[in-house]
């Protein structure tokens, strides 16, 4: 009786280890945040939704310079972590007025190589963080482990 137990014992902490080994958490900057900046699961990294605050907390009053911001926001996350914009293969974009979906289109794809857009849902929401027109949460392939 006590090997079955132990034995079982043995496979539910090798299957608890094997079920964060290769999980990775990446702190927000700002600990005050209730969410990590991203999350890396074996050689994926989720991107947690970037918003179009500035380093100040200040959003733009249009969607084309929030959009810029977003697109830097996202690209200094990325790199704080050992990824640039080229390892990103899917994107959401939230974003609160559809109708200003092609105005973020033209941002959007000024921060991309010619050729290497990432794949991409977009909708309209009601109502983003800190009142921010988008948000854009993106996944990201880490070569480098």
């Known amino acids: 009786m006590n090997f079955v137990k132990l034995t079982l014992m043995c496979l539910i902490m090798s299957l608890s280890a094997t079920a964060t080994a290769g999980l990775k958490r990446y702190p927000h900057p700002n ?3 209730p969410f990590s900046l991203a999350t890396q699961v074996d050689n994926i990294v989720y991107l947690s ?11 733009a009053d249009n969607i084309t310079e929030q959009s810029h911001q977003v697109m830097k926001n996202i690209k200094s996350a990325l790199n704080s972590i050992g990824l640039d914009m080229e390892d990103i293969f899917k ?5 609160d007025d559809i ?10 794809v000024q921060y991309f190589s010619k050729g290497a857009l990432p794949a991409r849902s977009a909708f309209g929401v009601d109502g983003l963080a800190m009142g921010s027109m ?3 949460e993106c996944m990201a392939h880490k070569r480098r482990m």
Request: overall charge negative; glycine content about 6%; proline content about 6%.
């Open 31 to 33: 600990p005050d945040m």
């Open 49 to 59: 939704g970037q918003i179009a605050a500035d380093e100040h907390g200040q959003l």
């Open 91 to 95: 994107c959401t974009v939230m974003i």
């Open 99 to 108: 109708a200003q979906w092609p105005d973020f289109n033209k941002v959007y």
């Open 134 to 136: 988008l948000e854009v």
